[in-house]
Every structure is written in C-alpha cells, then in structure tokens.
Nanobody, 123 residues
Framework: QVQLVESGGGLVQAGGSLRLSCAASLRSFSTYAMGWFRQAPGKEREFVAAVSVGGGSTYYGDSVKGRFTISRDNAKRTVYLQMNSLKPEDTAVYYC????????????????WGQGTQVTVSS
C-alpha cells in the first residue's frame, strides 16, 4: 500500500517560514517525480511545486516563485517544501503527491496523494 505522509504544517506569522516534509512508502520512490499542491477553503486545488526524479529540475506555481523551494532526498524517500516569506494567502491544506503521467502542473497527473497538512499564516 502506497502511503505519503506530510508533516511540518502549523501556524506562522506573515513573513515567517515553515518546512514541510513528505515521507513516502513507495519502494520505487526514486522513479517518481513529486509535487506539492494546496487547497484553500472554497478554492480549487492549486499547483505549488514539483521536482524531477533526480531532483535536478524544479517547477513552481507563479504565486510561490522566489519564496518556496522544493527538494527531495531519495535515500530517505522524502520530499520537502521550504516556504519562506509566507503570506496570509498561502493559508491552505498542503498535499504531497507522486506524479504518474501528464503535466506536472495538473493535479490529475498525480496518482498518489497524502492526507494533507494545514498551513495557516496570520497577518
């Protein structure tokens, strides 16, 4: 059974930082590109970032470019999302996902999902 477990969410003031982690039970973790999405109440799930299989290529949504950094450690089967200069509009549930086919930027390209972790940014 595939499991993706996110951690690291919480409450932070605007301008602060958080680091999310996603631990995967996927045996072939190193063969999956990985992504982060987020969903705020009443809004659609939004692409945040993705990282290629080897970690050499990264992709970001426009709203987080220059503030967030995605990385991965294949030996630990873990993907990270470093979030800096957080804004109240970053408040959402953040989901980790394993890419299976299609564009990195669309949620239906990801076949495995975690349960999500809440990030709340206060003003």
């Amino acid at each position: 059974q595939v499991q993706l477990v996110e951690s690291g969410g919480g409450l932070v003031q605007a301008g602060g930082s958080l680091r999310l982690s996603c631990a995967a039970s996927l045996r072939s973790f190193s063969t999956y590109a990985m992504g982060w999405f987020r969903q705020a109440p009443g809004k659609e799930r939004e692409f945040v970032a993705a990282v290629s299989v080897g970690g050499g290529s990264t992709y970001y949504g426009d709203s987080v470019k220059g503030r967030f950094t995605i990385s991965r450690d294949n030996a630990k089967r873990t993907v990270y999302l470093q979030m800096n200069s957080l804004k109240p509009e970053d408040t959402a549930v953040y989901y980790c996902a394993a890419h299976t086919s299609g564009s990195y930027y669309t949620y239906d390209a990801y076949g495995y999902w975690g349960q999500g972790t809440q990030v709340t940014v206060s003003s």
